[in-house]
């Protein structure tokens, strides 16, 4: 078989012998190819630099096609077709590739053909050289154990061996295995046995190698005096006073040296090396370390090493660890104080660090001496605590733990008021903090001692209560440890002698949203046409941040409907706001509230409903509309309200009286308990008309008390008239009889001749006469709910006579 190689580019000399040698390689190639194929494979693929290719390299692919094959020739990268080949010849294709960084597939097809070949070229890297190759002798006569870090990733098998050459000796150089940490990648290492003087020289070095080259580090040499490691001591017991302990070591055989780290076991600080011992053979060795905390727990660690020249030291020992002694408080309590707005005193006080405390705190010792009367009371405290009532008091306050009392804190309660701090500012600084500044009084009497910041989240004064003490010359500080979503008010204090000046911040916060609820306590007064809204503030917890303002909300209409609406913002510090000028009108007023941050507004509140009448009666009507049934409406009306005819004459008694003509006189018991045995009961004299003039039933000729009837009747609202139902009129009828007072004389006056300081008594039959009520309609009464009005024991005080005038309603507003 004949193959042709050609190019198309012009080549010189050496181009044109590269090319030879790529021609040979093919044919090579090729022959094996063809002749183990079979028919099934119509087509062979193979590449210039094999199928493992350095990464970034540049090489060809080829696909070399049976004669059969005359159709259209194609090759794929990835699945994905390429358009740049070229043909080497009629049978042969090739791809040039550059840059390569990633493994890949290369498939070659021949149109009509169902089976394709391909070619699989794995990408890698040469090995880098080894590096930190370090070797340690465990003991005197173990063996010697290398490490090494590989280097570089290949993305391929990359192994390492460690070669070993004794220097003193014409034996070749020997190779380890090398075993991959699976703790620690990359780190590999080998084990070899050695004989001899422990001063004999040694050369090793580490070598990597996989299908693309090999690497091989720097070599290491030493002698075997110097890479012994003797094993690590065993640390046997640590006893401690207060300030210093004293660490017991094992002895290691062969050591001569001693070194212990030490630190605080809560610290995460580095350890802290003492000064190197000498064990010198000993059993047992104790080591003091001086200069410890008291009431600390710390942690101990020891290491051994031969001598100064020789070896390396021994790796650390377990841990071991003890806690100092206690000693009594070193430092005094910070005590800061609170006022109520019921005046009572709380006392604060900061609890002391680890370091300062020197031990567990079990209490605190508060000392009031009264300056006004000169009593002294000692009593123990928690973290805070309620001072008795003084005007003048002189708290000293002590921490105690088991070994003593911290120096004394004195705070005079309550301090004389000072000149406060001037121009008093707060700003932003994260979501966890801000900063409050402030000047030096201007007209400061006294030399300021120093400054004290507090702060707290709004209605948290005891609870959350924190704060700083600064010099005479600061005029700044941060608040930290401050809650997102809260609302924070303080003050700046500026602190004299015997005196106290304070200037209060707030309204501060670091984060906010929209209030989670609306105020809460909401209550409407009506005052004719003033109204009155209360509420308490949002529940904390729900405000979101600092509430900036609060809105009300004033609609005429349901709240669903398209009315409009009316709304009127009140500061955030009110818990009132009135409303003036509200219309009379016959639709209820619907009010609801909410409250807004800076980040804007929350939930609206439940509504509340309420009215503008013109008088009591109007109020009334609406009270006995809105809140009664049917039946206990018309009960109601028959004692409140008047017929639309007023007249007499349908009266039971006037009934009876007109079957004699006359006189009659009625005597009417109001209450039995109220009258004494020696007192008469007081008569009501009774004019008797003619019969035909009232007992006839005739309206068409009214007498003077028919007439009265039929002026009063303008009492009754034209919704309420029974007219046109005769069988309410009939309920609604209602007996009055006329009288007048023992000291008039005329029976005969008109209507037209009576003046208006003439008093005409009306007294109804159902005074006499007590109504059965039924259990349903006292239960009914039970659950009524009233709008706004006076009081209903305003409208009829029966004490006494019962005149018009007790009874008397006010109708200039209808």
Known sequence: ??????????????????????????????LGTIESSTAEKPCTAFSSNGDLVLSGSNFQVFCTYLASCRATKSMYIDKIQTHQVQHYNSTTIFLNVTDIRKETTYTCKCYGEPEPCGLDVDVGYLPSAPEKVACIQKGEFGQVTCTWMRGVETKMNTPSELWVKAMNSTAAPVSYPGFDYSSDPGLVSAIFSVSGSNQTDYSVWANSFNKLGSAKSTPLNFKLDQIVQPPPP??????????????GVEWVQGTLLLEVWYRAAQETKSWISHTVGSMRNQSNVSLPIMSLQPYTLYEFQARVKLNHSKGLWSDWSKSLFNQTEEEAPAKALDVWYTTSTTSNITLHW?????????????????IIHNLQTGMTENVTSTTTFLVPSCLSCNVTVYALNSRGSSPPTSVIIPLRTAQPPENVQSSHCNKHSFAISWTRPSTAGAAVRGYLVEWFPKGKQVEE????????????????????????????????EQAMGRAPFEDISTNESAPSASPSDVQVRVNEDRVTVSWSE??????????????IYLKKEEITSYGMETKKNCDASKRSYTITGLAQSDQPYYLWMSAWTSSGEGPHGSSHSFFIIANLVSCLVRMLFLTLPCSLLLRVCHYFIPDIVLDPANSKWAKECAKEMGGLT???????????????????EVQELPEESWCSGNPAQPTEISRAAEGASHLIPPQLSPVTDPSATAYFQNSYLQSFSQESGSSGQ?????????????ISTHLLVREEVDEDEQECFGEMVFFPCLPLDHLVPVQGKLTLDSVR?????F
Do not use: F
């Open 538 to 551: 949002v529940p904390l917890g729900k405000q979101g941040g600092c509430v900036r303002k609060y809105t």
């Open 465 to 496: 209560l924190r704060w700083k003490r600064l010099g005479p010359n600061e005029y700044h500080t941060v608040a930290d440890d401050i809650k997102q979503y809260e609302c924070y008010e303080g003050a700046v204090y500026v602190q004299y």
């Open 809 to 813: 309603i006010d109708c200039s507003g």
């Open 1 to 30: 078989m004949k193959l042709n190689i050609h190019s198309e580019q012009p080549r010189g000399p050496m181009s044109h012998s590269l090319h030879d040698c790529w021609s040979i390689i093919i044919l090579i190639h090729l």
């Open 234 to 247: 065993a640390v046997s017991q640590v006893k401690c006073c207060s300030r210093a302990c004293e660490v």
């Open 666 to 684: 009625l005597q009417l018991y109001v209450s039995e308990s109220s009258i004494s045995e020696e007192d008469e009961p007081e008569t009501v």
């Open 350 to 366: 900061k609890n002391l660090s680890n370091l300062d405390a020197r031990g567990r705190i079990t209490g605190y010792k508060v």
């Open 750 to 762: 008109t209507q037209d001749t009576q003046g208006t300081d003439i008093n005409v008594d009306y």
